[in-house]
């Protein structure tokens, strides 16, 4: 795929996920007549290499392979607890139904929504029995939503002219949202702690440079609010900060988008241990038939990190403010900068006074994870993983819950997984994966491919890598002849 095009691609994605922001902060208040990466089903696999490191980097040391060329990862997924794929109208369509294929779970609980993406290229990976060395660099791009009242997200969807919710007044807080767009650079060593024959410890450490492009945040702390009519909104009270960092007059060309706006810092941190490694399955002429261990457990701590953002950057600070807005259906916008002069002034009757700063800074999606993977035999595996995401900051991109149980046929050149997956918790979700000499392909959430049931999110993941299980022995093949000739017994 041309750089050219995977740069645009991310780049409209971005802009669309942080479209979320200004919809929400619009169509919450001036709506008119008028929406991890963790790759579950390969990270965990014995020949996962760079596509596993961001799961554990302490899986640098000791792989079945010498050294790994990464050509290229990509994967997007996003979910929700809201806004669905009905039943049988997946990509593949099992029903002529002339029906909006999508709708709201209209309940009273509160709503969220997570989405990432990410493009690694180029990477490269170095492992030894007693020490791993890797590098990569990666496009990255991810927003979340959590906490959002159940009446706001009506209104979202619907307008404030839903008739059923007009008329009443209603309380809510507590939302978070939080947008970033970066490039990490990132760079991995691992070493080996222990091993007896039967304990094998090894340890992981990535370091990473961040370079901020885009970002925004929005903390709605407190809210009450009566949509009257369509064209009137009473808030009694408000209580918000947000803030944001984007080209200036809505920029959209590759090289504004991409400029550097924030700078930071982020590490991943990780223990592996194996019980009963055979050492056999790991030598490079090894055909990889034999139990490569009992069982192997990994603990981690993944994606710990911030960003800065200070260059056309601005926050914003409402607290206890209100208003009663008229004709609230009639207000347009065209960029970022309007909606922060309309909300200052229609607030506090200036189109400034609610500017605050001119930087902020963003955690970047943390989480512990473990890794349990339980080898029934030579090729049949089962695994175990849970991501728990760690929250840093007040301002923070917040990671998705996770947890996963994975069941995988594995061979030297093919393998396939099935992950069936929970994640916030909320509906299980099957997946299928297929590695298969350099290819890599897969998705963790295949029903809204079939549409064999209600579809709450969607992921792709695809990766192209060249390993190398180095010489046989350490020597050439024409060494090793040359060898067994000098050693051979003249005949007499």
């Known amino acids: 795929m041309h750089k050219g095009n995977i ?7 971005f802009n669309a996920i942080n479209g979320i922001v200004l919809m929400l902060l619009m169509q919450l208040f001036l709506c008119s007549s008028a929406h991890a990466q963790e790759l579950l089903g390969i990270a965990n696999s014995n020949y996962a290499g760079q596509m596993g490191l961001t799961m554990n980097p302490a899986a640098v040391v000791g792989e079945p392979f010498k050294w790994e060329l990464h050509l290229f990862s990509f994967d997007a997924n996003a979910a929700n607890n809201y806004i669905y794929l009905r039943k049988r109208r997946g990509a593949i369509p099992l029903s002529n139904s002339n029906d909006d294929p999508t709708t709201d779970r209209y309940t009273t609980t509160d709503k969220w929504s997570y989405g990432s993406t990410f493009f690694k290229a180029p990477a490269f990976l170095y492992s030894q029995k007693k020490y791993g060395l890797a590098f990569s660099t990666s496009l990255r791009a991810g927003y979340s939503v959590v906490d959002l009242p159940w009446h706001l997200a009506k209104f979202a969807k619907e307008g404030f ?49 961040n370079r901020g492009f885009e970002g925004t945040y929005l903390n709605l702390n407190a809210v ?27 920029e959209k060309k590759l090289s504004s988008i991409l400029s550097r706006r924030g700078k930071g810092w982020g590490i991943n941190v990780g223990a592996q241990y194996i019980r009963n490694r055979n050492n056999s399955f790991y030598k490079p002429c090894a055909n990889n038939d034999e139990k490569p261990y009992d069982y192997k457990l ?29 004709y609230i259906d009639t207000a347009k916008f065209k960029d970022v900068s309007q909606v922060d002069s309309m909300f200052s002034a229609q607030f506090t009757g200036s189109s400034t006074n609610t500017r605050f700063l001119r ?25 175990f993983s849970a991501v728990q995401r760690i ?3 007040k301002i923070a991109l917040r990671r998705m819950n996770q947890i996963a149980l994975t069941p995988r046929y594995e061979r030297k050149k093919f393998e396939v997984t099935i992950p069936i997956s929970f994640y916030e918790q909320f509906k299980p979700r099957v997946g299928l994966g ?24 969607a992921d792709f993941y695809l990766g192209l890598s060249i390993k190398s299980k180095g010489r046989c022995g350490g020597e050439s093949g ?10 051979k017994v003249p005949n007499h």
């Open 7 to 13: 740069l645009i691609y991310w780049s409209l994605f």
């Open 434 to 457: 297929l590695r298969y000499g350099i290819l890599t392909i897969g998705s963790d959430m295949l029903s809204p491919l079939f549409g064999l049931t209600d579809s709450y999110g």
């Open 224 to 250: 009450t609010y009566n949509s009257s009519a369509d064209s009137l909104l009473i808030v009694q009270n408000i209580n918000m900060d947000y803030g944001h960092s984007l080209p200036e007059n809505n």
């Open 391 to 393: 929250v840093l900051s």
């Open 359 to 383: 930087s902020f800074k963003i955690a970047t999606p943390a989480a512990v994870s473990i890794q349990f993977d339980w080898a029934l035999n030579n090729h049949f595996f089962i695994n």
């Open 298 to 326: 990994g603990v981690s701590l993944i994606d710990a990190g911030y960003l800065t953002f200070n260059r056309e950057a601005s926050t914003y600070k409402f607290d206890n403010l209100s208003t009663d807005w008229f």
């Open 478 to 487: 024409r060494r090793k002849r040359l060898s067994i000739e000098k050693c």
């Open 161 to 209: 002219e839903y008739d059923p919710l007009q008329g009443a007044f209603f309380e809510g807080g507590n939302v978070k949202i939080g947008i970033i767009s970066w490039q990490e650079i990132a760079v991995t060593a691992g070493a080996l702690v222990i091993d007896d024959g039967s304990n094998y410890l090894s340890f992981g450490l990535t370091g990473k440079n």
